[in-house]
């Protein structure tokens, strides 16, 4: 299976979820919470390490961090399709919010949002 | 900004980061506790809900949650690009282990894994 | 090992720390970040289910269940004892709080906040 | 309202419950999404903190930290309710566990459980 685009991932979880008769599971709230339990399981990897040694992985770690990664993402997409969202066109939306409410002169050097 | 891929959403985030001085925050391990708060945000719209609720949003509740959603695509995407893996390769990966640990015979019509 | 309060779990957390040499990892940023990890294994385990089933596990479902309310418990007395935050009084508070945003009459048959 | 024990939370948040018509929303599945909701509200003030910062937080942040984690407590107090778990005997039971998992003389100094 070869992906290109986060619309050939959408279309192989439908397949896989189709073929499993799992489509009743995959409500919008059960893919939320099973997504946050997902992005739960990235962090379990990071809770006790210093933020110097969560950029210094070993490379079978990076590998079990980068399942989990890819579990958050198929559920994001699988999320997504269920609702109607567009990833990229939300992610264009959310960024030009951020650009207003973050201005960089403001903000610069530390994370403070412009009430 | 115009998103057509991935690695477009993590170039802009690339360079709305360095704007802002932003790179000492951004460490694997406060981006992996950013991305599970969002994605909390996203299961919190749906927490009393119904399953059949929760797939009939009206059009502002959805756009609240396709503005969640980006959040935690936008985390996700920041987060793998600074531990250098390749999101739709690791899904890949991931996808072929998931049809392996859940056959469709065996587990038609629940979720269970074969251990 | 008998508790009979909070302050017991409190100081029986504290001696096992110290027996480890857990203090340096034990900071309020870890600990939040493990208790919201343990907290999210307590909802993997009804993230499938309907919330009937959640209601009728059976006997072994809901030890397992058990131990990770314990987590997310210990946790939340650790992070509280590191902060010198009193978990019954902070209770009150917040129940006054809730019984203001959420007058029965208001909210009576529906999770609803008064703004 | 004085709470005393444990028992206290558990008795006043069943009344709080009933008057409201909450027991159908009440299920032990949304409970617990709606604990992790409140548990990553917490990990949310401390995300971009420094251990250090994380360990000196200033009297106003110390106390919206406190009724978060007051949040967490009564969703945890709430759902062990619900389902018939004593939280100091099951703390009790997972203590005894990680001593055995973690004895003092292998994990000294590390976070590091003996499989």
């Known amino acids: 299976m070869t992906f290109e685009s986060?619309?050939?991932?959408?279309a192989a979880l439908r397949a896989f979820a189709a073929e499993r008769d799992w489509d009743r599971f995959h409500t919008p709230k059960n893919l939320a919470a099973a997504m946050s339990v997902e992005a739960s399981e990235v962090l379990e990897h990071f809770q006790w390490l210093t933020?110097?040694?969560s950029s210094a992985l070993d490379a079978q770690k990076k590998e079990e961090?980068?399942?989990?990664l890819a579990d958050v993402f198929l559920y994001l997409v699988r999320l997504s399709d269920r609702l109607g969202v567009d990833l990229l066109r939300s992610a264009e939306r959310k960024m030009a919010i951020n650009a207003k409410?973050?201005?960089a002169d403001?903000?610069?050097?530390a994370i403070r949002k412009r009430t």
């Open 6 to 10: 986060i619309s050939d991932v959408a």
């Open 106 to 109: 403001f903000t610069k050097g």
């Open 101 to 103: 409410n973050y201005p």
């Open 51 to 53: 933020n110097a040694e």
């Open 65 to 68: 961090v980068a399942m989990e």
